[in-house]
Structure formats: structure tokens, C-alpha cells
């Protein structure tokens, strides 16, 4: 079973706020993830990155950033939530080598007043 | 830009019954991936298919990778409520860092 972590699980927030979404891995993968998911709709990515001090954008247009510093850890922050954010953030990782297999964490539900 | 179509986008069927899922992508890539969502919760890896011809079964899902026709399926036989879930295809880029998702087919299995 993946060792992905993602906090809070839940977040409701009014409009305006600055808000950080925690993701942490222990399996030493040096690549992940963040994805944009509405209620059983497809995923998509929003950034990703290589490994510490590596970050890019993905597919789909967001408002947030992300960084990564140390390798287990990749948090995503909104500088001001708006209700247009309100969605499913999952977050990925994989192991260079493993063409590119990922595993996901439980997913933070944010809900934007 | 790699687009990837997944139909049904709802499933229904009775238990007992066999039917196929299906998955077509844009461009050329050998490398696709099946996951499986319950409600609320996150994506679970099912198969990863990494060549022309891959067959991976495991219990009553069997998955199949054609890259010449840029189509993989999902093969559920003698169904069961247990595999009432959302089922996503992802095919890989190819340089291999992105992954693109299917819109995903709810499955329902019916006593």
C-alpha cells in the first residue's frame, strides 16, 4: 500500500483566504504530482515536480503554487481562495524507473464559500 | 495534445455478467495505466500495461493494451457488486512524465 499523505482531508474556507495543502511521501519517489479533480470527473494535473527545487505547470490553468524543498514533501498553496477553486486535490508520486506508476494519496476536499 | 476517451461513461449491469470497458487515446504512447476510485476516496492502481499486446489479469478484471490501434480494455467477467466503482484509464506521455486521464466509467453492479 502507498505511503502518501495528504492534510487536511477536509477544508471549508471563505473567500479571500491563503490556504497550504500538505502532501508527504515516505517512499522516497522523486517524482510528484498535484491534480484537480471535480466529483467523479477525470483528473488533471496542475503541477508536478522531478525533484527538490524542480516544479512545473501542468495541463490545466490554476491559480496555485507549489515547491518543493525536501524530497518527501510537495505542498500546493492558493494565495486567495475563490469559490471556483472548490474541487478534489489528489496528489501523486513515482519512482524514476517505474514507468512512471503512480500512487495516489486520500485526496483533500476543498470547499470555497 | 494527447486526449483519451473512455466509454461507457456509465455502466450498469447485473451480477453475473460480463462486459468490456473501453479506452482509446489520440496519439502514439505505450504506456497505459487503469485505476479504480470508490466514491470519496482516491484512485487506486489496477494494471499497467507497458507494450503492444500486454494482457494483465488480476480476479475477474482483465486488461489489454492494442497500440496500434491506441485502444486498451477493461474486461470484467461474472461481475460483482464488489467492483461497483469509478474506473479510470491514464495514458503516458512520451517523454513518460505526464499522464493524461479518460473521464472515467462508473460502473454499477446490480444484485
Known amino acids: 500500500e502507498a505511503d502518501i499523505y495528504q492534510t487536511p482531508r477536509y477544508l471549508v474556507i471563505g473567500t479571500g483566504k491563503k490556504i497550504t495543502l500538505e502532501c508527504s511521501q515516505t517512499m522516497g519517489h522523486d517524482k510528484m504530482y498535484w491534480y484537480q479533480q471535480d466529483p467523479g470527473m477525470e483528473l488533471h494535473l496542475i503541477h508536478y515536480?522531478?525533484?527538490?527545487?524542480?516544479?512545473e505547470k501542468g495541463d490545466l490553468s490554476s491559480e496555485s503554487t507549489v515547491s518543493r524543498i525536501r524530497t518527501e514533501h510537495f505542498p500546493l498553496t492558493l494565495e486567495s481562495a475563490r469559490p471556483s477553486h472548490t474541487s478534489q486535490y489528489l496528489c501523486?508520486?513515482?519512482?524514476?524507473?517505474?514507468?512512471?506508476?503512480?500512487?495516489f494519496g486520500p485526496g483533500t476536499r476543498l470547499t470555497v464559500l | 495534445e494527447l486526449k483519451v476517451e473512455q466509454n461507457p461513461l456509465f455502466l450498469s449491469m447485473q451480477e453475473g455478467k460480463n462486459y468490456t470497458i473501453y479506452c482509446n487515446y489520440s496519439t502514439t504512447s505505450d504506456r497505459l495505466y487503469w485505476y479504480r476510485q470508490d466514491p470519496g476516496k482516491s484512485l487506486e492502481s489496477l494494471f499497467v500495461?507497458?507494450?503492444?499486446?500486454a494482457v494483465k489479469q488480476e480476479g475477474r478484471l482483465m486488461a489489454s493494451l492494442d497500440t496500434k490501434a491506441r485502444l486498451s480494455t477493461l474486461h470484467i467477467t461474472a461481475a460483482v457488486h464488489d467492483l461497483s466503482a469509478t474506473y479510470f484509464c491514464a495514458v503516458s506521455n512520451n517523454a513518460g512524465n505526464m499522464l493524461t486521464f479518460g473521464g472515467g466509467t462508473r460502473l454499477m453492479v446490480k444484485p
Open positions: 501523486a508520486s513515482s519512482r524514476v524507473g517505474s514507468y512512471n506508476e503512480q500512487f
Open positions: 515536480s522531478y525533484g527538490v527545487n524542480s516544479t
Open positions: 500495461l507497458l507494450s503492444n499486446g
